[in-house]
């Protein structure tokens, strides 16, 4: 058990992990050092109870979700474990005890940015939640050496920076390299005889090992403590040797070098996903370890495997991981040496796969080619898989070449290639959408031959958010207003923040929740200050907009309702006396290829550039952009904000996650019919969100008649004006050719219709600025919000995945 949890054994821990880990004194040491030592600790107190539960899970046998994701956001350990572990108080006391205040050694923690956004923070969401319900799961992924990359500004363009994140290690990791998995790449196949049983085998061509790193995953004040196993990948012994053996020392370390490039670096969501061979190295290397980990370290050898579906499934999070379906039937077939139909059994119990887009290109295909190469015996598995399916469609349709042709997992054009949404789909119990809206159309536009054919395949799952990371941690002022009014432990039932309606009608507790509103605002103006040098000005309203920056987002209606205010005033139409005092805060990185994004970064950092600095707005019109957001960053602008953008073309965005998180703490939507915004809507009541733009049919239609963006430009002269200040070269130096691109763009293409959606979407930023303008008001509708958002809790989306797909009951 762990020892009792006493400040002055607290302190003694800790001047132990100090001294005989870190090795200095406390006079000596450096705020580094009680970072380590801090963390150290902590982990002390959560380990005991970890290693309980591995065993547990491995006596019972339970049946074990799998999560297989590319990516984890994590963000900041050290808050999140001492909450979970129920430590906060002490070890503040403690570290005072010791001359130390416990902020600044938060403050220290590099977060581990792996993963690009959404998708990556889901799955970080997700593995809190299953832990904190007590189900047994293990996260697998990739050990990034280098995460998503440091944004910084330079002559306000983006400039990417390398993640360093491990240059001073990180006291959370647990490396195994006892438990290390060798995956295998490239060579040939070829058949033996096997008693009279011709069986094929894989001869590769060459290998890496996987050594994993375990990271522990505490439930929230609950006692348990799940894994989460990351894959770092280094040259094989035997490989290195061959070529060392052979004297050409340079070989040698070009081939560890080229081993160890595979778990180096996270992919940023680059504007052209195909073709990238070690991207395809990265996601076989990850899921062939992990199911090798997975069979031999929970698997007894002389397990029934045609009963594997009663023990795991494996989740697959997008189509990264999908190369697993066939390596698992290799591993049955080949190795266990399973009947092919039977393998086949136990894989479609043993996957499901989550689908997290629809955006055409961002759909994964692999080219066989490349495939062939990579992974020779996989693609005659892939080949078998797909010829057998398509006999079955055959068989129920007949010889209909079309219907073949569009479900066949093999494209031919442009290029011979595996359709890995089509792989999962077909080998997946289940396949689900992340929103209600997405999960239809995911049915309905992109894989309706699919939903015919495996009727009850497809279901929706809508995403959530940890409460604790994204309520307790990030907003402790509001989650204290919570605890007193609701009492305690509503972070792991979310719905009982129903019992708030009550009290919106409560002068006393609305003016209690603009009281934490505005203290947030004050923490984000300090924390602002220190970072970036900006300040928030007092009585502005905070609209922000946060996330990745793609075009179907929309970053550009934004831009263009700023410049649009602003030309307003310099115009002398609007008076900025008149103006509702408004700040703009963006955070985006865009993909480092992906210049379009780029050149809209450019753009905002421009606008915010000259509208700051323009006297005639009076300062009531602030644009700030800084740099680098994040999940530390997301934890200090999402509980400051009034107003959250979600204004993504509907039928574009699946889900959105930071939706949630901002209704949540008290913000307002202002959003288009898309992803879970409509869910949201549904909740909160139309009167408290700002609906505007096209709904996906009325998208549909528009397409179908023929879209002219320049119709629009014509009709909306708001809209001409603030197209035509971009385009004069005001916010560019005088320089019209620098945001050209940007204003042909939207003129002559558009395919995200913002020009489209602008008139609407201005009249909605007024009704905006009007509800502000009644502070009383518009705190009962952010009271409303967050009395009803707490359907968004991950923790429900994981009750629906058990319901609905996985089936895991919890560990006793
Ligand atoms: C990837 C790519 C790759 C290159 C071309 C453009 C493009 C556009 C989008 C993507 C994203 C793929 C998957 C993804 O991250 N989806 C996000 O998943 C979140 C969690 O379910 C969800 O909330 C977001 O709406 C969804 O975009």
Redesign the pocket.
Known sequence: MAPPVTVDGFVAQFLRNLNFDRGVALSASSITDQYFALAYTVRDYLVARWLEDQRRLRETQAKTVCYLSAEYLLGRQLDNDLLAGGLDEIATEALAACGIDIADLRDAEVEPGLG???????AACFIDSLATMSVPNIGYGIRYEYGIFRQTFVDAQQVEQPDAWLTMGSPWEFPHPEAAQTVSFGGHTETYDDDGVTRTRWVPGWGVQAVPYNLMVPGFQNGRVNTLRLWSSVATDSFDLRVFNSGDYEEAVRAQTFAENISKVLYP?????QGKELRLQQQYFFVAASIADFLSQMVPDDADLTALGDRVIFQLN?THPVIAVPELMRVLVDEKKMEWDAAWAVTQQCFAY?C??L?P??LEVWSVDLLGRLLPRHLEIIYRINAEFLLAVRERFGDDEMRIRDMSIIAEYPERSVRMAYLATVAGAKVNG??EL?SQLLRDKVLPAFDEFFPGKFTNVT?GVTPRRFMRLANPQLSGLLTDTLGAGWETDLDRLRGLEAFADDADFRAQFAEVKAANKRRLSEVLHARDGFDVSDGHMLDVMVK?L?E?KRQMLKVLHVVSTYESVVSGRVAASDLQPRTAVFGAKA?PG?QMAKRIIHLINAVGSVVNDDPRLEGRLKVLFPPNYNVTLAERVIPAADLSEQI?LAGK??????NMKFALNGALTIGTDD??NVEIRQLVGDENFFLFGMSEPEVEALWARGYKPSSFYQADDDLRRAIDLIASGVFSGGDRSVFEPLVSNLLYDDRFMVLADFTSYMAAQRRVDAAYADQDAWNRAAILNIARCGFFSSDRSMRDYIDRIWHTPPMV
């Open positions: 690009n956004g959404g998708l990556g923070r889901l969501e680059d504007s052209t996903p997008d989550t997290h887009t955006l290109e961002a992340v929103a997405h995403n990745r793609h179907y993909a992906y993504s965005e699946a889900s959105g996650t930071g992803g879970a």
